[in-house]
């Protein structure tokens, strides 16, 4: 009895293919020696052409009945050509002709569920062709970023890290005993490069590159093993491999010019998931919070726990920049979400409008706060450094959950604020909304001062054209001396200058615009309206 030699390990098998085709495959049917076939290539069915060369290739069936009295003949024909294997849409492996028999007497045949995506399969396919390692395919689902990670580390030898083209951490292995440095662990903790892409030289070298890279350790840091990750000219991020041994760098190098195509299939097919997931999420949120209505059946589709309360968290950025950009705003959306399910036994996040937000169940005030705290103490690792977050009040039922989303955002509003330094006890980085009410309530009243054309032609509007004008800090002054209850040192003390310049200052606030603050209700109306002027 001879034996069916092993294949060569730079090689997929049409067995491999159908481990990576696992969320669509039905069966795959075929004898031992022609599921272990080497697969060098992908054909579309051409039903003016079937019997063209196909020698070695997955053959993409479109079209082809497996009901059909033709389907055995056709099978046959690909067979005789030299075709690998023939992928064909079936309910399940009973349909008429699709057989043992059938595929034993010509080549295998793996049947694909009617409603897989044939777009998907043939990038699988091209993916499988253009591959050579099968041990990087094997039980890793398409899309499984960290699976992925685990196991060309265990290839590679080292720590691996998929990164996104804007800089977030996507994937990352976890085997232990392989050694990593203090620049990827802060990564791995940030989910995020510390530097974007967009402004580092390695990523600009490495984009530069037709293939992988090595680049040498230097202060204590390992070196690394590098390839861009690109899908029809689109740059989708990168790998990194720590090379502790510059020794073995050529050997990875070439394990990951072999790699990139089916890195490139999962992350493209990882971020096709997340993309029409995030939009959903997005969709059921925003009915959630803002109409009541639908806000029962969006509860429903987004999976609330019942037995829970849930906690609406705004986060922000400072940085204008980032925010108008967008690269920030969807970098800490990463690290929310991903923070927020580890901690949370339920957690959504959505971008909506000018924040991250993001619903947790959880019945721990201190618990969510500690949330936002630690999120936002991660993200000053990363290029965002400048994130707060408001939390709104616990929400015991459905209907109250649109009342916490709108708290936090109001809380989120008020950090961002210039009156954001003092709206909270956490030096204006987190404020529940119950610590904002009252800045949230000045700012209002400052809305209906303006409204009613309150707030023109008075001192204080003299007062601030002038600071405008001349670039002074009369308003700046007299609004923290008034808070200081009158106190000039501890007004000299906060502005950081002379007593001697306060009491300047407010003389000359007196005698060139008419100032009065002997008066308590001139004092009074003088300090709300420096309070709501919307500027510091």
């Not at 969320?23 to 579309?44: C, D, P, W, Y």
């Not at 019942?306 to 705004?314: D, G, I, L, N, Q």
């Not at 015991?396 to 009156?419: C, F, K």
């Not at 308003?475 to 001697?500: D, K, M, Y």
Request: proline share 5%; with cysteine.
């Amino acid at each position: 009895m001879t034996s069916t030699p092993a294949p060569p390990a730079s090689a997929f098998t049409v067995s491999g293919c159908a481990e990576l085709l696992t969320s669509s495959l039905v069966t795959v049917l075929g004898s031992e020696k022609q599921l272990a076939r080497i697969v060098r290539g992908v054909t579309l069915h051409d039903p003016l052409a079937p019997h063209a060369e196909v020698g070695g290739h997955l053959v993409l069936g479109i079209g082809l009945d497996p009901h059909s009295p033709e389907f055995p003949s056709s099978v046959s024909a690909f067979a005789l050509n030299g075709a690998a294997a023939v992928i064909v849409k079936a309910r399940d492996s009973r349909d008429a002709f699709v057989t043992h028999e059938l595929a034993e007497a010509g080549c295998a045949i793996i049947v694909i569920r009617p409603d897989a995506d044939w777009a998907l399969i043939a990038s699988v396919a091209r993916s499988v062709a253009e591959s050579r390692p099968t041990a990087s395919a094997s039980g890793v689902p398409i899309g499984d970023l960290f699976g992925l990670a685990n196991a060309l580390a265990s290839l590679a030898g080292g720590a691996v890290s998929l990164v996104d083209y804007v800089g977030r951490v996507v994937g990352y292995s976890t085997l232990p005993e392989q050694p990593i440095d203090e620049m990827r662990r802060q990564s791995t903790l940030a989910l995020q490069e510390p530097v974007p892409p967009a402004a580092s030289p390695s990523y600009a070298a490495l984009y530069r590159s037709a293939g992988a890279v090595f680049i040498p350790g230097s202060e204590g840091k390992y070196g690394r093993v590098a390839v861009a990750i690109r899908a029809n000219g689109e740059a989708l991020g990168a790998i990194w491999v720590i090379q502790v041994d510059p020794g073995g760098a050529e050997q990875t190098l070439a394990l990951l010019d072999s790699v990139e195509p089916l890195v490139a299939l999962h992350m493209s097919h990882a971020r096709r998931a997340i993309a029409g997931s995030e939009q959903r999420s997005t969709d059921l949120l925003r009915t959630l919070f803002e109409d009541q209505g639908h806000a029962h059946l969006a509860a429903t589709q987004l999976g609330l726990l019942p037995e829970c309360s849930h906690f609406v968290v705004a986060f922000g950025l400072r940085d204008d920049a980032n925010r108008t950009l967008g690269g920030g705003q969807q970098r800490l959306l990463h690290l929310i979400r991903t923070h927020a399910h580890l901690r949370f036994p339920w957690a959504q996040t959505a971008l909506l409008g000018p924040a991250v937000v993001a619903l947790v169940a959880s019945d721990s005030a201190p618990a969510v706060r500690e949330f936002a705290e630690r999120t936002v103490r991660v993200s000053e690792q990363g290029p965002e450094h400048l994130a707060c977050a408001g939390i709104g009040g616990s929400a015991a039922t459905i209907a109250e959950i649109g009342r916490s989303y709108r708290e936090a955002m109001q809380a989120t509003g008020a950090l961002l604020s210039p009156m954001g330094s003092r709206a909270s006890t956490s030096g204006g980085h987190i404020a529940a909304f119950d610590e904002v009410r009252v800045e949230l309530g000045l700012a209002r009243l400052g809305e209906l001062l303006s409204e009613q054309g309150l707030d023109s032609g008075d001192d204080v509007a003299r007062l601030l054209a002038h600071d405008r004008e001349y670039g002074g800090s009369f308003a700046l002054t007299l609004l923290t001396l008034l808070n200081r209850q009158g106190s000039v040192s501890e007004t000299a003390a906060e502005l950081h200058v002379h007593q001697n310049t306060v009491r300047y200052r407010i003389e000359r606030a007196k005698k060139e615009l008419g100032i009065d603050l002997s008066d308590a209700s001139a004092r009074l109306w003088l300090w709300l309206r420096l309070a709501t002027a919307r500027q510091p």
